[in-house]
């Protein structure tokens, strides 16, 4: 997930960065639990007008109820064949039974399902390519009926037609107020940049290279990974960058540029690491040190959940 405030984004990542901190998931545990949970003591440290921006596996019953109970707009991406349906249509007078809780079905991967859209915008990004968005309103999923959300159809006739670049999104939008359509793509691109904030840790800052044994092990590594990343943020504003002949110097300094800085500041300043071992046959174990066997931990996968069959009426 990834929190957007216009203008303000900057701002806010400041304001509230001594505030919050890494957790790890537990194997029990699902990505939309977390983030629930993280929303919770989240919300109130966050300004009006915020916006969260999540993937395709959050649109769910209780992440949109979550979303709607903490008053917070959301944009997420959307499945092409996710069920949404329409408002239910009023009850006759004097029907016996329960009123109906859904309306007609709406679902991306069957156009005959569509309708007249409610809004329209064509128009071009920041490439100067052309795009179309189409909005249909008052949506709502079955496990959370009570929630309105609107959905968004992004048509890209440049695009490549692969996974990474496709010609045609889907996206759900959650809030107050609908969404304009010539807002949808603006918005969610910023979502982007919390993907390369990860490659970042992982390829830059070695995240996943630490070889430890203990999950509170790596833990601590996660928090010092977080440290160093929030020094190379706060360092941006110093002047001091290495730029490939390639860059652009006129735009904002990223965090990898400050980083190439390092190796001349850490030949200054020293290290706290011993020195390297001289190489040869190592001397091995001293006599009388206690030895005992590395624990071991079972792996733990997380089973795919089974597709819930109808049964066939006699």
């Known amino acids: 997930m990834a929190i957007f405030d216009g203008d303000a984004l900057a701002t806010t990542a400041q304001q509230l960065g001594s505030d919050l901190s890494q957790q790890r998931m537990a194997s029990s545990q699902t990505a939309v639990e977390v983030g629930i949970a993280h929303l ?16 395709r596996w959050y649109p769910t019953g209780p992440f949109l109820s979550a979303c709607q109970r903490l008053a917070i707009d959301a944009l997420m991406r959307l499945k092409r064949n996710r069920k949404l349906y329409r408002v239910a249509p009023a009850a006759a007078p004097g029907a016996r039974g329960a009123p109906r809780k859904h309306g007609p079905l709406f679902q991306g991967s069957k156009p005959e399902t ?12 920041d490439a100067g ?12 999923f079955r496990q959370a009926s009570e929630v309105q959300v609107s959905g968004y159809r992004v048509v890209r006739e440049h695009a490549r037609g692969t996974r990474r670049d496709p010609v045609e999104s889907w ?54 990974v977080a440290t160093a990343m929030n020094h190379l943020v706060l360092a941006r504003s110093l002047g001091q960058a290495q730029f ?4 652009n110097r006129r735009e904002v300094v990223t965090p990898r540029q400050v980083r190439r800085c390092m190796p001349t500041i850490l030949a200054q300043l020293g290290t706290p690491a011993h020195a390297p071992k001289v190489r040869g046959k190592a001397p091995g174990w001293r006599k009388g040190t206690p ?24």
């Open 40 to 55: 919770e003591p989240l919300r109130p440290l966050l300004p009006n007008g915020v916006r969260l921006l999540a993937d």
């Open 114 to 125: 569509w309708g007249e859209p409610d809004e329209s915008w064509q128009g071009s990004d």
């Open 129 to 140: 390519k052309p795009i179309q968005v189409t909005a249909w309103h008052q949506l709502h």
């Open 171 to 224: 996206f759900c939008w959650v809030g107050s107020a609908p969404l304009p359509p010539s807002e949808v793509v603006s918005t969610y691109r910023y979502r982007f940049s919390h993907e390369h904030t990860y490659r970042f840790l992982k390829q830059d800052l070695f995240w996943t290279k630490a070889r430890v044994r203990t999950p509170e092990q790596f833990e601590r590594w996660s928090l010092v």
């Open 244 to 247: 490939r002949p390639w860059e």
């Open 291 to 314: 030895r005992r066997r590395t624990e071991r931990f079972a792996v733990i996968k997380k089973p795919k959940p089974v597709p819930k069959t109808r049964r066939k009426r006699a």
